[in-house]
């Protein structure tokens, strides 16, 4: 009997622990989830039209290719394929592709810093 009360006690205390070691387990897998998704959707051309396992297969695709313009050329043949997928589904995808390294990094048109005399240097403000 004693054996069932102190089996009873030590699930009582660990059970809690156990089921928010789970729900953050889950909570993490969800927001990887999500920034996949969010990645794919900033930089893989087409992705809305493309399965996970396309996407997956792409990312790794792309990361197995050893220079850049083997790189850029696979982009510009995946960004035709998806045209044909789109006209084949009805769905309008923007002419080009997305640049390469877009996003808001350094670069042409990149960053949200102030452009050409924007900061505080000396006569700023006049």
Do not use: F, W
Request: proline content about 8%; glycine content about 18%.
């Amino acid at each position: 009997m004693k054996r069932y009360l102190i089996y009873g006690v030590i699930a009582g205390l660990l059970g809690p622990g156990l089921l928010s070691v789970a729900t953050a387990a889950d909570q993490n897998r969800l927001q990887t989830r999500d920034q996949l998704q969010t990645r794919d959707r900033d930089q893989i051309y087409g992705y809305q039209l493309m399965t996970p396992a396309e996407r997956a297969a792409y990312r790794s695709r792309m990361r197995s290719l050893n220079t850049v313009q083997e790189r850029e050329r696979y982009r510009l043949e995946h960004h035709r394929e998806m045209q044909e997928r789109a006209r084949e589904r009805g769905v309008t995808l923007p002419d080009q592709p997305m640049p390469r390294g877009g996003g808001m990094g350094p670069g042409p048109g990149g960053g949200m810093g102030p452009g050409p005399g924007g900061g505080m240097g000396p006569g700023a403000g006049r």
